[in-house]
């Protein structure tokens, strides 16, 4: 297969008119009144926002993929599938996968396992081979594709090609992303950012897992907890900040602090509206992280949209609908190594289940932060029927 690159699109365009000084002044004070009046638009977002639909004219979806080697080959699969399931569910999908490693005959056996019945023909898959010393450099050049197809699609989703987003997750997030539109004052809308949290499972018996967690596990079974068993599996690996918020009277999770999820998902308006507005410069990202900074590829799928510590992020506040947060959790499919690492001793704790139900009860998981806190008056609502009360949540262990 031919190595495909990336042709660079200069964002601004100049141009020149000869004319009197009378009407080049009013030219110039029309173009800066209608420009003004764009971005006053984007920040008090227009209610005639048009949300992706599947089997709509608003159903193209670009999917783009950090794929770095042949050693994710298992989750990679796993993905495609998924954006198949996307084209038989009323999506056009068109894929862009970014590598440093040659396909040869790859793409050919990939186009045979992408095969959309919906639309009688493989999905649209670009392959883009970088020079290997490229490095983690790789997830900086996404963006300008995202800059030359704005136009021609309605969703854009980035992934790291271990993460494993499902169809339904997409169907979700488009869901919510417009419920929360409707649910906000048309000034704070392009404020927040609809997130994701990272999890790990962790399988008895694999050789590289955490063998205190192996042991908990092993415990479980023989002693007949199959319940505490099946759900000790999920561990989140990210220490955010979870706080309950209300909006409106819906509640959702805010996350700051890590707020890294190794992938994005925008809507075009959502991305307009950041662009137009001058937030960030969101399409510039890759030039704007220095390359010796050895967090380029968390800062490209998170740190440079959510709140965090760097300027020139968009500062989105990331926010988790709690009663569907599983529909809004990734699986992280190779984490093993972190599993082992010394550094990760919180993925020892961080279950996804009783994570979920302490929050219920204003408990956090962090260690370092205070047990109980007080809960804003949506999540007191036991009569309200988002989420089944429990009495006894898990015990974190």
């Not at 794929?67 to 298992?74: K, L, M, N, P, Q």
């Not at 992280?332 to 994570?355: D, G, N, Q």
């Amino acid at each position: 297969m031919a190595t495909l690159r990336i042709v660079p699109v200069d964002s601004a365009i100049y141009s020149t008119c000869r004319m009197p000084t009378f009407f080049a002044l009013w030219c110039v004070m029309l173009i800066l009144y209608f420009y003004n009046a764009l971005s006053d638009d984007a920040r008090a977002v227009s209610r005639n926002v048009t949300f992706p639909k599947a089997f709509t004219p608003h159903n193209r979806v670009l999917g783009m993929i950090l794929f770095y080697d042949w050693s994710h080959y298992d989750p990679l699969s796993i993905i495609l599938a998924e954006f198949l399931s996307l084209c038989e569910s009323g999506w056009d999908v068109k894929l862009a996968i970014y590598t440093t490693v040659t396909w040869d005959m790859m793409k050919e056996y990939y186009d045979r396992r992408v095969y959309c019945y919906r639309t009688q023909r493989p999905l649209e898959m670009v392959i883009y081979v970088h020079p290997a010393n490229v490095s983690i450099g790789l997830a900086a050049v996404h963006r300008k594709l995202v800059q030359q197809e704005i136009n021609k699609h309605d969703l854009f989703v980035y992934l790291e090609a271990d993460i494993i987003l499902k169809a339904s997750q997409v169907s979700a997030f488009v869901f919510e992303q417009e419920r929360l539109y409707h649910l906000l004052s048309k000034d704070s809308w392009m404020l927040q950012g609809l997130g994701f949290l990272r999890y790990c499972r962790n399988p008895l018996g694999n050789s590289n897992s955490n063998m205190r967690i192996n042991s908990t596990l092993q415990h479980l079974l023989s002693t007949g907890q199959h319940d505490r068993y099946m759900t000790k599996h999920e561990r989140y690996l990210e220490m955010p900040r979870l706080t309950p918020v209300c909006i409106k009277d819906q509640r959702y999770i805010n996350v700051t602090g890590n707020v890294h999820q190794a992938m994005w998902m925008m809507t075009r308006e959502q991305i307009l509206a950041l662009v137009a507005s001058k937030r960030c410069r969101f399409f510039d990202h890759g030039s704007l992280m220095p390359r010796t900074h050895g967090m380029i590829r968390e800062y490209m799928s998170s740190f440079s949209i959510f709140i965090s510590d760097y300027p020139t992020s968009c500062q989105l506040h990331k926010l988790i609908p709690y009663n569907r947060v599983f529909s809004f959790s990734v699986h992280h499919y190779i984490c093993w190594k972190m599993l082992r690492m010394s550094s990760y001793p919180h993925i020892l704790k961080t279950e996804v289940f009783a994570t979920l139900m302490h929050l219920e009860k204003g408990e956090q998981y962090r260690p370092d932060l205070a047990k109980h806190r007080k809960l804003p008056k949506c999540w007191h609502d036991t009569s309200s029927k988002q989420q089944p009360h429990r009495r006894h949540p898990p015990r974190i262990a």
